[in-house]
Nanobody
Framework: QVQLVESGGGLAQPGGSLRLSCAAS????????MSWARQAPGKGLEWVSG????????YYADSVKGRFTISRDNVLNTVFLQMNSLKLEDTAVYFC??????????WGPGTQVTVSS
């Protein structure tokens, strides 16, 4: 049974940091590209960052480049998103995605991140 469980969300002040984790099980984690996406209140889903299965190739949305860092641990089957210099506009539900191909793409339930003073 495929499972993705996000954690680490919560309340942070502007300029603060949070570290999100996504624990995966039920599939061969090391063969999947892992990504984070987010959905702000009243807005559509926005892709944030992705990391290739080798852990070396990484991509970031312009809105988070230089502030967020994605990483993965293929032994722990976990992907991380280190979020620094948080802004009010980073407030959203953050979702973890595992993607192999169109028939093998999974989403977690999400974790809330709120940036507020």
């Amino acid at each position: 049974q495929v499972q993705l469980v996000e954690s680490g969300g919560g309340l942070a002040q502007p300029g603060g940091s949070l570290r999100l984790s996504c624990a995966a099980s039920g599939f061969t984690f090391s063969t999947y590209t892992m990504s984070w996406a987010r959905q702000a209140p009243g807005k559509g889903l926005e892709w944030v960052s992705g990391i290739y299965k080798d852990g070396i190739i990484r991509y970031y949305a312009d809105s988070v480049k230089g502030r967020f860092t994605i990483s993965r641990d293929n032994v722990l089957n976990t992907v991380f998103l280190q979020m620094n210099s948080l802004k009010l506009e980073d407030t959203a539900v953050y979702f973890c995605n595992a993607h192999y191909d169109m028939d093998h793409s999974f989403w977690g339930p999400g974790t809330q991140v709120t940036v507020s003073s």
